[in-house]
């Protein structure tokens, strides 16, 4: 299966536009939306993968879709990423940021800074610094590594 994956990829490189415009709507039963060669080599190659290896699972898709949200600045759903790296509600981070030392407090949907909520760390820390961060970093904190057993 590998191999023959494989070889497909391959031959995406000799095809021309009109042909990976064409191996798109096999691939994905509608026209190609544009005629970037770079744009319709990734997608489909992707594509092949997918349908060859399968796709993200339920709960990747649900966080890929709340982090756009977040990103875009628009709520769509209700729920909020669990994710496993938060520290306990009632936590203080402390980061000191252009010599000025800012709190936020963990809370049970989200996290405050002066008095804002905010959903994510990320948002937090992009209010503080004006630039986009990533909120765990920013405050130093990183996914817990699992201990070999």
Do not use: H
Not at 57 to 71: G, P, S
Not at 120 to 144: C, D, H, K, P
Request: hydrophobic content about 40%; proline content about 3%; glycine content about 8%.
């Amino acid at each position: 299966m590998d191999q023959t994956v494989l070889a497909r990829l391959a031959t995406l490189k000799a095809m021309s536009v009109r042909d990976l415009k064409a191996e798109w709507e096999k691939l994905f039963g509608s026209a190609a939306p544009n005629n970037s060669r770079t744009f319709l080599e990734m997608r489909i190659a992707y594509r092949i993968q997918e349908l060859t290896y399968g796709g993200p699972d339920r709960e990747t898709r649900r966080m890929l879709d709340l982090l756009a949200d977040e990103v875009e600045g628009v709520a769509r759903r209700k729920n909020q990423i669990a994710d496993p790296r938060n520290p306990v509600i009632g936590t203080k981070l402390i980061r000191e940021w252009d010599g000025v030392e800012q709190t936020v407090i963990v809370l049970t949907d989200g996290f405050d800074w002066q008095g804002r909520k905010f959903k994510s760390l990320s948002a937090v820390a992009r209010a503080i610094t004006g630039t986009r961060w990533n909120g765990y970093r920013f405050f130093g904190l990183r996914e817990r590594k699992r201990e070999e057993a």
